[in-house]
């Protein structure tokens, strides 16, 4: 059992940035790769990003990729969502979780975290 605790969401302007954090725990040597997702009030759940603990590879959504920058930390079981030039329409709660492969499709993904916000003002 993976468990995965978000943290680094908060309020800032539009044009600002974030960095938000997922501490990971439990059995990860078994997890093959770690995504963040997001969803908004209303919405669906939306990938967002995903890495590859070993290897490092790295899959965005192309609408957003350029503006957000995944990243880990193997030795601290860490992984990083770097959002910059944030906009309005990026308001949502983050959520990260694990997976056993490198992929963008929400239903791959367990233990799911709790959540961090993100608002963002116009």
């Known amino acids: 059992q993976v468990r995965v605790v978000e943290s680094g969401g908060g309020l800032v302007q539009a044009g600002g940035s974030l960095r938000l954090s997922c501490a990971a725990s439990?059995?990860?040597?078994?997890?093959?790769?770690m995504g963040w997702f997001r969803q908004a009030p209303g919405q669906e759940r939306e990938f967002v990003a995903a890495?590859?603990?070993?290897?490092?590879?790295?899959i965005y959504e192309d609408s957003l990729k350029g503006r957000f920058t995944i990243s880990r930390d193997d030795a601290k079981n860490m992984i990083f969502l770097q959002l910059n030039s944030l906009k309005p329409e990026d308001t949502a709660i983050y959520f990260c979780?694990?997976?056993?492969?490198?992929?963008?499709?929400?239903?791959?993904?367990?233990?799911w975290g709790q959540g961090t916000q993100v608002t963002v003002s116009s």
């Open positions: 979780a694990a997976a056993d492969t490198l992929t963008s499709l929400a239903r791959s993904y367990g233990s």
């Open positions: 439990g059995r990860t040597f078994s997890n093959y790769a």
């Open positions: 890495v590859a603990w070993r290897s490092g590879v790295t």
